[in-house]
């Protein structure tokens, strides 16, 4: 599993011209689901994700995560994290999970940000075309995977 966190000022999802989703100071999350991801990927994603520390402390140290700071969350699908244009210069998606799998395993990364931090999750309609709009905060732009398993 591969996210891509941006800590937002703000951040919005809209779909053919209407608004979907936003929040407020949190983190937008960009997340693709690989072919061989399951239950264990999301229980590690979702620990890194909501205990990340890149909000600043009152003496303006990042050492605070998105729970401490009271933070929402705005979750966005994106199978092209696992583009593979090692040959040529369209890419590939093998690596990336079938839309089934990926569906569920999405809902339950959601499902699980949400139980375990007590956050607001947002998010935007999985395969749909989206426009996101991102006020980048710092900018700050953390990009996490999880580990392989043996």
């Known amino acids: ?3 891509v966190v941006q800590r937002a000022g703000q951040a919005s999802v809209s779909i053919g011209g209407t608004l979907h989703s936003e929040i407020g100071a949190g983190l937008l ?3 693709g689901v690989g ?3 399951s239950d264990q990927e999301l229980a590690w994603m979702t620990r890194k994700i909501i205990n990340l520390r890149i909000f600043e402390d009152q003496a303006g140290k990042m050492n605070l995560s998105v729970k ?3 933070g929402s ?3 966005v699908s994106q199978f092209t994290l696992y583009a593979d244009v090692s040959r040529g210069n369209r890419p590939g998606f093998s690596e ?3 839309p089934e799998t990926a569906t569920i395993l999405f809902d339950r990364l959601v499902d699980l940000l949400r139980e375990s931090s007590g956050c607001k999750v947002e ?3 999985f395969g749909a075309d989206m426009q996101v709009s ?3 905060d710092g900018p700050v732009t953390i990009i996490l995977e999880s580990p392989q398993r043996c």
């Open 1 to 3: 599993m591969r996210v």
């Open 29 to 31: 999350l960009f997340v």
């Open 35 to 37: 072919r061989d991801d």
């Open 68 to 70: 401490e700071v009271g």
């Open 73 to 75: 969350m705005l979750a």
């Open 96 to 98: 990336a999970a079938s």
């Open 123 to 125: 998010t935007g309609i």
């Open 134 to 136: 991102l006020l980048n």
